[in-house]
Each structure stands twice: as C-alpha cells, then as structure tokens.
C-alpha cells in the first residue's frame, strides 16, 4: 500500500526537471511504513519503492500526447493525476527525499482512483 501524504512536490518545483518532448515527469509514492499494526522492515520498504507502481503526474512534456494517431481518445493522464506504471521503468532520480521517474507517454497503464489502495503483487 502506498502512502499519499509522504509525496510532496511543490517545494521542490523550481528544481525539478522539466521533461521533454513525449515524456512524463512522476513522483513515485513511498510504500506505508506499517502493514495493520506490522512495522516493515527498512530492507522492504526500499525493495518495494524500487519497484514501485504507483506516482503522481507532476508534470508532461510538450509533446506528450500529441499524437492523434497513437492517441486518439486523448491523454491518459494529465498533471495532479495518480497513475500506474510498470515496476522498474522510467528514468529513476531523486531531489532530496523524493524519488521521481521520468516515463514515456505510452508507459502509463492507466490513472489511479484512490492510490493508497493500490499494491504490487
């Protein structure tokens, strides 16, 4: 399960990466620290942010979505979306605490009602 409240971008704005062309910039939620009433171990929570599944669009690239072609219902997603992603991908980078991916476009598997439900398996 993932823990919402730990993303915090607006700080860090000014000093994020703008991305470029068809890419998208998201910030990877941390995992909860507790399962029920079971304090993970340190160990756990890091393996399990490496492969996270789960970010919040902070921002896209001019060209994402553009393609009518590829795209043509539109976006999937749109900056201030949660949204779900394939373990392991993306460009992986952190400014201060926080952990950011930098997708693709076609990456996005689909946006996230209500994130904090979300676990990878």
Same mark, same amino acid.
């Given at each position: 399960?993932? &823990?919402? !409240?730990?993303?915090?971008? &607006? #700080?860090?704005?000014?000093?994020? =990466?703008?991305? +470029? /062309?068809?890419?998208?910039?998201?910030?990877?939620?941390?995992?909860?620290? #507790? #399962?029920?009433?079971?304090?993970?171990?340190?160990?756990?929570? *890091?393996? !399990?942010? *490496?492969? +996270?599944?789960? $970010? @919040?669009?902070?921002? *896209? /690239?001019?060209?994402?979505? /553009? &393609?009518?072609?590829?795209? =043509?219902? $539109?976006?999937?997603?749109?900056? /201030? &979306?949660?949204?779900?992603?394939?373990? @392991?991908?993306?460009?992986?980078? #952190?400014? $201060?605490?926080? !952990?950011?991916? %930098?997708? +693709?476009?076609?990456?996005?598997? $689909?946006? %996230?009602?209500?994130?904090?439900? %979300?676990?990878? %398996?």
């Amino acid at each position: 399960m993932y &823990d919402t !409240e730990s993303v915090s971008v &607006d #700080k860090l704005l000014p000093n994020l =990466p703008q991305p +470029s /062309g068809y890419r998208i910039l998201v910030a990877v939620a941390k995992m909860a620290e #507790k #399962k029920g009433s079971i304090l993970l171990p340190h160990q756990l929570l *890091t393996l !399990e942010s *490496t492969a +996270s599944i789960v $970010g @919040y669009v902070v921002s *896209t /690239g001019l060209d994402a979505y /553009g &393609d009518p072609a590829k795209f =043509p219902s $539109g976006p999937y997603c749109t900056a /201030g &979306d949660w949204v779900l992603f394939h373990s @392991y991908s993306g460009t992986r980078f #952190k400014v $201060g605490e926080q !952990e950011f991916r %930098v997708l +693709s476009d076609d990456q996005v598997e $689909g946006v %996230v009602p209500e994130p904090t439900l %979300v676990e990878r %398996v």
